[in-house]
């Protein structure tokens, strides 16, 4: 089953860029969590057979590339700065 697309597919919106640059120094925050999660369930439905989940994995990884690109283009850094 291929996986869903992301609830609004966009993993740096108004809302998540609030929360990561609001949060504490020790809080880990992923914008692209759903999608790991995702992949993971994955993985344990099929007894850890990676082939049977490699567009979940597709998934997780386009979405931290788009994260990614989007702090480098507002001039962003991925650990924020107190």
């Known amino acids: 089953m291929p ?12 809302e998540t860029k ?5 949060k504490s120094k020790s809080e880990w925050f992923d914008p692209c969590q759903e999608a790991a999660a995702r ?3 994955c ?3 099929n007894g850890g057979d990676r082939q049977m989940c490699t567009d979940y ?6 979405c931290k590339k788009e994260w990614i690109n ?3 283009y507002e001039g962003g850094s991925l ?4």
């Open 43 to 45: 993985l344990n439905r």
């Open 3 to 14: 996986p869903k697309a992301e609830s609004g597919g966009d993993p740096w919106n108004k």
């Open 57 to 62: 994995f597709e998934a997780y990884r386009a």
């Open 70 to 72: 989007k702090r480098k």
């Open 79 to 82: 650990f924020r700065k107190e």
């Open 18 to 22: 609030h929360k990561f640059e609001n």
């Open 39 to 41: 992949s993971i369930r």
